[in-house]
């Protein structure tokens, strides 16, 4: 079953960042998020939603993996092919 670290970074990978560049966005260290990534450590509510506005994922989607990943990604998508 996927965790919540793993769509994390399925959001990092859609967004074509490195865990520095992402991590930066997110206010957090390159190693906290390796941490999240691997499911050492659990994000804080202030790090679920920065994702999801920054990211427009819904929170819903990152801690249980539910809704639409179309949607999820749809602005992702938008922002890389313009």
Do not use: C
Not at 56 to 68: A, H, Q, Y
């Amino acid at each position: 079953m996927e965790h919540i670290g793993e769509r994390i970074k399925k959001t990092r990978h859609a967004a074509k960042l490195k865990q520095k560049e992402f991590a930066q966005t997110i206010r957090m260290s390159q190693g906290s998020l390796s941490d999240l990534e691997i499911g050492r450590n659990k994000p804080s509510i202030e790090t679920l939603v920065g994702i999801s506005e920054l990211y427009n994922v819904t929170i819903d989607w990152l801690i249980k993996g539910t809704g639409n990943k179309k949607n999820a990604y749809q602005m992702i998508l938008k922002f890389h092919y313009k």
